[in-house]
């Protein structure tokens, strides 16, 4: 890596991760800034490729929604335990 590289990477690196993994997997749009940035780029493509050939599209966040953990992340009713992969 050259010099720019690695002051592309530092600044991917730097990115809070809950933002950053909505960027990477299209849940939403990055910044202007974040989005010109080649290694994000480059990070972005393979992440974007992994899912389309290893993740069924009904298991994936519709572009510009939140991705949903799983059938019972909502609770039941106001006082209802919180179960399953929580």
């Not at 890596?1 to 993994?21: F, G, S, T, Y």
């Not at 974040?34 to 298991?59: C, D, G, R």
Request: charged share 25%; hydrophobic share 35%; no cysteine.
């Amino acid at each position: 890596m050259d010099e720019n590289q690695i002051k592309a990477l530092v600044h991917v690196l730097d990115l809070e991760n809950p933002d950053l993994w909505k960027w990477l997997t299209g849940q939403e749009q990055p910044p202007e800034a974040v989005n010109i940035n080649p290694v994000f780029s480059a990070l972005h493509e393979k992440v974007m490729n992994n899912l389309k050939s290893h993740a069924a599209p009904e298991t994936r966040a519709i572009p510009g929604q939140p991705w949903v953990r799983g059938w019972d992340d909502i609770k039941r009713g106001r006082d209802s335990p919180i179960s399953g992969n929580q």
